[in-house]
């Protein structure tokens, strides 16, 4: 549905509203009953037949009001429309089958053949209509057969495909009235920023518990995403002298919903959320005399789905028109946030004497080279690692990474070639399956140059000399700090992933589920995925706010192959424990992990877990390093036995 600019409309005929408002009565009441019976004619939305003005009049007398079945049956005339018997229902609608005939020794006894009118009324809910072939069919044989003496019945003179129509006019209001709100928020709260279609303002106004064809949480998903990343970006380059904590601390605060509950309601934004669902059989033609004259009454509205509709706003801004618009609309709801991308920092000159063959090596392997070399160390530099006034530890640029990784990722979902429109349930899966902390720093981990070349320039005499350096190394190794617990920690964990390698890139490459165990078995330590999200932070500012650059980066270390085939839906995302619970239903499912033993001196710890089902143990695992393990293991193994019974 769209709305046209408006046109006047003249009625030439005095009586030509009365006669409109008679064929809408009729039209409405076509497929009731007449248990309870409203002459009110004074309806908001006016329906009939396409018809010329001077024709109405012989339209409304041609379909309103109802013969003797016994008239159609003597002339021979198949009835067109419902018959209604005052004993089935109280003049309750049915579909017209055949006229039975029954001799007898005083005359013969006809009775009409019929169904009653299917009880279907709510045509935008989903699953609704049964899976098998006989209750899809609109065949008499597929619903109760009636049979009324016909003695007993009248026919409406209005024609079933009209009546039939009748059963859309609730759903037809109900987009008329969704659009013509996004149509007036469009030209109110929003009509000074950039155009987005009103398809995607009605898609974002509407919320969940409208039961519509759809809602906005696709579009929150999206729109959360991009604020978060706006609000990060601005953060970052409006406070260079703050640490990860006040940066985190204060974007918590103006993404929250309070922040953005106040934002909304301060423009008067929730006078245009749809919450209200269609109540199809319950429903009535709206009449003027109903209609609340004080529509800026006050609403009660959960502050989370006000601010769900903000999000919601910007992810149709980001869809329609790109992150810039997305940012005009930010800055209407919170005017602390500006509508323009922030300031960059600008690069030092560029001297290629001064980049040490470190710098150099880590630049072969993160396949970016660096204007601003000091950015490059600071995304290394671990925050026990000595550093001065000119050095950060990478924490700044891991709250930034942080965000374009996100934003990364939810851009490919919405513009990959395999990416449909996901659920925002899918998206989260999605998301989750791939920022993870494990699955990051296993990226870290896997990562490698295995022959890289750089040039290094040596002074030399009275001048300089360039030479060709070899070597072989992984990303994991460029990390600097000063703490001797983290090179243990390195090690150790590297010896996991030697030992798990093969598997979970066999899983990556060809497997059907997504590595969870795997993953957790591995453990990597936190530092290895905040360096990949402070190396995408820093290629983000070094290339001047470009995600491009960064794309090519993710998709170096391996990420963005594994999420193009997570998005073919070839690898089942889900979580163990999420799985187990789809799986059980509304039993109680219940972990169990216990210590295996003491551990000797020099012995990791060992963990067991026992998984139940409503009291009942289906699953116990053992061997297991820590108790995330256990209880991934567990809950994996509880599904494999739960589907095998079924």
Same mark, same amino acid.
């Given at each position: ?11 030439d ?23 309870a019976?409203?002459?009110?004619? &004074? ?7 396409y ?20 008239m ?8 067109l ?7 089935h ?5 049915h ?17 009409a ?30 619903r109760?057969?009636l ?8 026919? &409406? ?23 013509m709100?996004? &149509? ?5 709260i ?6 987005v ?5 009605c ?17 929150e ?6 604020l978060?990343?706006v609000?990060s970006h ?10 990860e ?9 103006i ?33 003027i ?33 790109g ?13 602390e ?9 600008r ?5 290629g ?34 550093? &001065? ?45 791939l ?11 896997d990562?490698?140059?295995?022959e ?9 005499g009275?001048g ?15 990390l ?14 590297v ?5 798990l390698?093969a598997?979970i890139?066999h899983?990556l490459?060809?497997?059907?589920s997504?590595?969870?165990l ?30 491009a ?46 210590l295996?033993?003491i ?11 026992t ?7 289906v ?5 297991c ?22």
């Amino acid at each position: 549905m769209r709305l046209d600019p408006p046109q006047p409309v003249s009625l030439d005929e005095p009586d030509s509203v009365q006669v409109l408002r008679r064929i809408t009565q009729t039209l409405s009441r076509s497929t009731h009953s007449d248990y309870a019976i409203d002459d009110r004619l &004074d309806f908001i939305a006016l329906f009939s037949p396409y018809k010329k003005e001077n024709q109405l009049p012989s339209c409304c007398a041609e379909i309103c009001g109802r013969d003797p079945a016994r008239m159609k049956y003597q002339t021979g005339e198949k009835p067109l429309g419902f018959l209604r018997a005052p004993s089935h229902r109280n003049n309750a609608p049915h579909i017209f089958s055949s006229w039975k005939i029954s001799k007898g020794d005083e005359g013969d006894t006809v009775q009409a053949e019929c169904t009653p009118l299917p009880k279907r009324r709510h045509f935008l809910a989903r699953n609704v209509l049964s899976k098998s072939t006989e209750s899809r069919t609109d065949d008499a044989g597929s619903r109760q057969t009636l049979e009324i003496p016909i003695q007993d019945c009248t026919v &409406d003179h209005l024609p079933f495909r009209y009546a039939q129509f009748s059963l859309f006019i609730p759903v037809i209001l109900q987009h008329l009235e969704v659009v013509m709100v996004a &149509d007036k928020l469009r030209t109110t709260i929003l009509q000074n920023l950039a155009v987005v279609d009103t398809q995607h303002i009605c898609i974002a106004i509407v919320a969940p518990s409208a039961g519509w064809i759809t809602d906005y949480q696709r579009y929150e998903f999206i729109g959360d995403t991009v604020l978060k990343f706006v609000v990060s970006h601005q953060l970052f380059f409006q406070h260079e002298n703050w640490h990860e904590g006040y940066l985190s601390e204060r974007k918590s605060r103006i993404v929250s919903n309070q922040r953005l509950a106040k934002g909304a309601l301060s423009k008067g934004l929730d006078q245009y959320i749809i919450t209200e669902p269609l109540k199809a059989r319950k429903w009535h033609t709206t009449l003027i005399s109903e209609t609340k004259l004080d529509s800026c009454s006050k609403r009660n509205l959960s502050m989370k789905v006000v601010a769900d509709v903000v999000e919601a706003l910007i992810g149709a801004a980001y869809i329609g028109s790109g992150t810039s618009s997305a940012r005009e609309y930010i800055h209407t709801f919170l005017p602390e946030v500006d509508a323009w991308t922030p300031r960059l920092i600008r690069h030092p000159p560029f001297d290629g004497s001064n980049a040490t063959t470190m710098i150099l090596k880590a630049e072969s392997i993160v396949g970016y080279r660096f204007r601003n070399k000091i950015l490059l160390v600071e995304a290394l530099t671990h925050p026990s690692c000595d550093r &001065d006034v000119q050095m950060e530890s990478y924490q700044r640029l891991e709250f930034l990474g942080d965000a374009v990784l996100d934003m990364l990722v939810m851009s490919l979902m919405t513009t990959h070639q395999h990416a449909t429109e996901l659920a925002q349930g899918q998206m989260t899966l999605i998301r989750a399956a791939l920022v993870n902390s494990n699955f990051l720093g296993f990226l870290c981990l896997d990562f490698s140059v295995e022959e890289g070349t750089v040039a290094v320039v040596e002074q030399s005499g009275g001048g300089f000399a360039t030479r060709k350096d070899t070597f072989s190394m992984s990303m994991w190794s460029l990390l600097r700090h000063s703490n001797a617990s983290i090179a243990k920690a390195q090690v150790a964990c590297v010896e996991r992933y030697k030992s798990l390698r093969a598997e979970i890139k066999h899983s990556l490459s060809e497997g059907a589920s997504c590595l969870w165990l795997h993953l957790t078995r591995l453990n990597p330590d936190k530092f290895f995925s905040d360096m990949v999200e402070s190396l995408i932070g820093a290629i983000f500012v070094d290339s001047g706010g470009s995600l491009a650059e960064c794309h090519r980066f993710i998709d170096r270390i391996g990420l963005s192959p594994y999420m193009s085939r997570v998005l073919t839906g070839t690898v089942d995302i889900s979580h163990p424990k999420t799985a187990l619970e789809h799986l059980t239903g509304f039993k109680t499912v219940t972990y169990n992990v216990q210590l295996e033993e003491i551990p000797v001196d020099g012995e990791e710890q060992r963990y067991r877990c026992t998984v139940s089902v409503d009291g009942m143990k289906v699953a116990n695992v053992t061997e297991c390093l820590s108790t995330d393990e256990a209880i991934i293991a567990g809950a994996s193994a509880a599904r494999k036995n739960l589907e095998f019974k079924l």
